[in-house]
């Protein structure tokens, strides 16, 4: 094969110039998709935040961001729970691959329960898609529409955390499938980055 | 480094046994291709009696038509179509157009077959998620069509969907109900099917060259397909992100693109916070890259015929290579002259002006180089040339009122008239279709062995190219006279009374060319099975498609471990054998 270790010679045919495999290049562009997909929503939301003149500030530090606070370390836990999957399986140590990649399945869980719990809360308090007991009424619309949206990609993420470590205990999957597999993860948590603040911290109560 | 290469490159499988693995859920890609075609050709036939339906009321708004009235009952009450359901026809056939053919067959359809050949793999990077992403767009086809059998049947609200229209639900009108949220629907879908087939062509091009297949050796075609594919990529989220909160306004209950203080059929709306315009932003930030998805292959095949039938190397290669990239890349930041007339500071107005025009400059780039390509060429005068060169000459036209309409005090004129009708019908529907025209008398012989009747084609597109410029040249004048789009008649104006024998001359001219179409389907079906035998290399081409046989076998390289020497277009080589040399060829004129 034509390669020398010239970064030109890699793109002159015949190998992956990126030295990656389909399925990472493929997890790599989808993310690149789907960061988009929350782009238009995040910028939507921001939209309508600047347009009004009485976007809502309900969140005390304590309890609310406290709480959302708890989810988000849940996550970032979950994220460097599926680091060392990572690390685990790329040393072909598959045991230790599947506990990290179980753990990182239990942060992801804790995050949806805690996040269902504050669905609910919100919900007792009055905040509907079309109303909100304190102003613009798209302010719940933007909180459920875009963690709606989150909540989703984090469900479909341990669903696909789950088949990942079936796979590797068994042994039908490979260590790029685990890796492609965090690369969706972290991303998951990465957009929660992004709507933690826009949504929480933008939104803490003055008092 | 080399260690991914090698397994990247064993994708090759077993061929599938049994007609519904290798005809219906098929994941070989040029059967893909083919399904791709064929559901662009029923959308076209369906697009096309639409349009002819919009023609009959324009020109004879009054007259009575029983058998259209026993076709569609609420439609034609007393055969007479109603305003309500001209919008809904003209609704469904803007959808279908952009959507399901010109998305769809140039990309999808012949880039499915055709790219991966050309860069010498076996087949595309993600096989069954390219068998999905295809059934996934029929599902998406079938979504739409069902919106026009259910209650209030297809929305009204155009191929844009703007709210508030789209977004109020039934209250607003007919075909606002069920069909508008049914037509969100299949867009999502469609969506996800395209970012999906988006996704596996940049995999597979990145990652599946031949050996020597270096990025500066692709055909164009490659390079058109490719980057549309990245435009694709980025540009369908962002409506699938607007689908979602359109989809949310109108089951949820939220106003993310309805403002406050509405009044509908006199009702009072309660919602309140959005704006109409927010739509806009998004629809139009993914819908005009939509316009150069749909061109850009477009291009790619142009050049790549014109290059081929002029017996010439493409003129200024890597000139081409970067204006399809500029073209790509501006297209993102010039949304907003869609939306000159929404209300705009103008200052903004100016720099998405300034922008638009920018535009100009890869085209022209691209238009100089299709002429130079043809200067002092060995022309070849086949009907896929007549087809190219019928391509850059609409692209001329429709591209220089672009010109005029990028001017938001010339807009804010035209805006909404048949000027923009007429510019966005040649310049997006006119030069992909006669692409697809091209491609499909070009590859035809790869894809079936058979060549398609030469005079059938020729006379086809005499009639095509003279009919749809009698219709969209007067209706430029029309729209001058200041004509409004999506109005079901126009005598009802005094000022525009006097222009009705020019709608009625542009109907017979869309019968015209709607019916020449049957020439078209004739010589399709005739020629796959009783077309003239084409050899391997039907068209004594350079490219690798032209290296195996017709039609390719399941692997498409059988035992052949197809390997590339030289560029995509080397023509008229002095002091080569022939007048062309196979990207495959390794001898060197004079040796090593």
Redo the contacts between chains.
Sequence with gaps: MMNSGLASENWNGGGSPYAVGHKKLGMWLFLVSDSLTFGSLLISCMYARTASSNWPTPFPMWPSIAFASLMTFCLLTSSLTMAFAVAASKRGDRAAAVKFILLTILGGVAFLVLHAREWLHLIDEGVRPWSNPWGSPLFGASFFGLTGLHMFHVFSGVVYLGVIALGTRNGKRSHEDVEVCGLYWHFVDLVWMFIFPLIYLMSVSPK | ??S??????STGHAAPQGFIRKYVFSTDHKVIGIQYIFLGLFSAILGTALSMMMRLRLAWPGSQFPLLEHIFPTGFPGGVMSPEFYLAVLTIHGTIMVFFLLTTVPLSGFGNYILPIQ??ARDM??PV?NMLSYWTTVVALMVLMASMFVEGGAPISGWTAYPPLSALGKIAGPGLGAGQTLWIASIAIFCLAS?LT???F??TT??M???????M?MPLTVWAWFTASTVA??A???L???G??LL?DRL?????FLASGMVVSGKVM??????PI?WQ??FW?FGHPEVYIIILPGMGITSHIISTFSRKPIFAYKAMVAAIFAIGFIGFIVWGHHMFASGMSPLVGMVFSVLTLTVGVPSAIKVFNWLATLWGGHIRCTASMLYALGFVSFFVTGGVTGLLLAQPAIDVYFHDTYFVVAHFHIIMGLAAVFSIFAALHFWFPKMFGRYMSETLGKVHFWITITGVYSIFIPMHFLGMAGAPRRYAQFTEFAYLSKLQPLTIHISWAAFVVGAAQLILLFNIFRSMRWGKRAPDNAWEATTLEWVIPSPPPHDNFGDMEPV?YRGPYEFSVPGAKADFILQTEQEVEGGE
């Design positions: 480094m080399s991914h290469a090698s397994t990247s490159h860069i010498g990077a993600f998620l970012l988006a996704l596996n940049i995999t990145l990652n060259r031949a050996a020597g297949m270096s990025l050796r990529l980025l369908f989220p962002v699938l992100g607007g979602i909160l949310l949820a209950g939220t106003s993310f309660t919602n309140s916070g959005g704006s927010l932003h998004l930030f590339v």
